[in-house]
């Protein structure tokens, strides 16, 4: 009967040498490809004007609470055939709300390459509309007053996850 095992007579050092350099090796390209992607994909920033969004914090979680004291709904819709935006903004009681100026900011949850900002009108009472192509893909919709909104008008502000399925 053999004593010996399978691999003391054809294990070699270099055949040791040779498994480590190519574990390794493989493992530095794999960091490698994970880095560049990293740096390449990500901008750094989270949110502009941080330091400013963190002192006014106060006020804006007072902005909330008016705005959820009020019991205004709203439903988001795009139709990605024809790139058409609608934001339909109800009261508590089911009314349209009319007469808001508000703007739709569109970003990528994980780039700033593509963020646009784009005016919404009032199409008809309470629903607001514009006209944006959008790639296919996740998006997050922010709707805000406008920069030309009257400050005597209620502000509402909104966050929405939209996905743009793919054209055929």
Known sequence: M????????????????????????????????????????FSG???????????DYNET??????????GWQAEIGYDDKS???SVSVRDRAGAPVTGLGLAAAFSRPATDKEDRTVGLTEAEPGVYTADIRLAPGAWVIS???????????PA?????????AGRS
């Open 83 to 85: 790139g058409r935006l």
């Open 61 to 70: 979680l007072a902005a909330a609470e008016r705005l959820a004291a009020r």
């Open 143 to 153: 709707v805000a007053p406008s920069a030309e909104n009257d400050p005597s008008t």
């Open 45 to 55: 920033g989270d949110t502009s004007n941080s330091y400013r969004k963190g002192l």
């Open 156 to 164: 509402y502000r909104l966050k929405h996850r939209l996905f743009v």
């Open 2 to 41: 053999r004593t010996e095992s399978w691999f003391a007579r054809e294990l070699k050092g270099h055949h040791v040498l040779m498994a480590l350099v190519g574990f390794f090796g493989v493992m530095l390209i794999v960091n490698g490809i994970f880095v560049y992607f990293a740096l390449a994909t």
